[in-house]
């Protein structure tokens, strides 16, 4: 029979940007070959073998993966526990830098225009 069917992730995060290049692999413990694998992302079959390369990620990509291993001459069937991968897009730390850098010199220049006028006015 077939048995602990794992997904490993390269690179090894499950949060990735947008533009990485990401490959599941997929494996069994106990079986015997021939073994198939075919890969479910959400519930769909989306390939087959014991290789997922996504090549390079976009947020399309997110969500859960499985794979499910076959031995082809008894027909056991081993499936992996769901992989959740979350794709974030690479400008959000990005634009929230800028968010934050816009609203401090939004803050500064107040007191720049008055620390101005207080010195022109005691020359």
Do not use: K
């Given at each position: 029979p077939?048995?602990n069917?794992?997904?490993?992730?390269?690179?090894?995060s499950y949060?990735v940007?947008?533009?990485?290049?990401?490959?599941?692999r997929?494996?069994?413990q106990?079986g015997?070959a021939?073994?198939t694998?075919?890969?479910?992302h959400n519930g769909?079959?989306v390939a087959?073998g014991p290789?997922?390369d996504l090549?390079?990620?976009?947020v399309?990509h997110?969500?859960?993966?499985?794979?499910?291993?076959?031995n082809?001459l008894?027909r056991?069937?081993?499936?992996?526990?769901?992989?959740?991968?979350e794709?974030?897009?690479q400008?959000?730390?990005?634009?929230?830098?800028?968010?934050?850098?816009g609203?401090?010199?939004f803050l500064l220049?107040?007191?720049?225009v008055?620390?101005?006028?207080h010195?022109?006015?005691h020359l």
């Amino acid at each position: 029979p077939m048995a602990n069917a794992t997904i490993t992730l390269s690179p090894l995060s499950y949060q990735v940007r947008a533009g990485d290049p990401v490959t599941l692999r997929c494996s069994v413990q106990v079986g015997s070959a021939p073994v198939t694998f075919t890969w479910l992302h959400n519930g769909q079959e989306v390939a087959q073998g014991p290789l997922l390369d996504l090549g390079a990620v976009n947020v399309g990509h997110s969500g859960t993966y499985q794979c499910m291993a076959t031995n082809q001459l008894d027909r056991h069937q081993a499936l992996s526990p769901e992989l959740a991968l979350e794709v974030t897009t690479q400008y959000q730390g990005t634009a929230v830098a800028a968010g934050v850098c816009g609203s401090l010199l939004f803050l500064l220049l107040p007191l720049a225009v008055i620390g101005g006028w207080h010195w022109w006015h005691h020359l």
